[in-house]
């Protein structure tokens, strides 16, 4: 019996991507142009990270193949610098 859960993998990207883009537009903008939204808007953000290991995680716990789910990792890494 396969669990249903309340959020599928794509709708935690786009949660985590949604809040990213908050917390760097925050960090950007800076504490002088949005004033009392500034830490709001910077701890809402925070969300991302602990959103983006869950799904690495669950992608090595899932993946058929470490070495290649490693290697895609790390194309990824090395085009985002």
Request: charged share 20%; glycine share 8%; net charge positive.
């Amino acid at each position: 019996m396969k669990r249903q859960g309340v959020l599928n993998a794509f709708q935690l990207k786009l949660i985590a991507l949604v809040t990213m883009t908050i917390d760097h537009t925050a960090g950007a903008l800076g504490y002088d142009e949005l004033g009392k939204f500034y830490r709001p808007m910077r701890n809402l953000g925070r969300m991302a990270f602990p959103i983006y290991c869950f799904l690495l995680v669950e992608g090595y716990l899932h993946t058929r193949n470490v070495n290649r789910y490693l290697w895609r990792l790390m194309i990824a890494f090395a085009l985002s610098r």
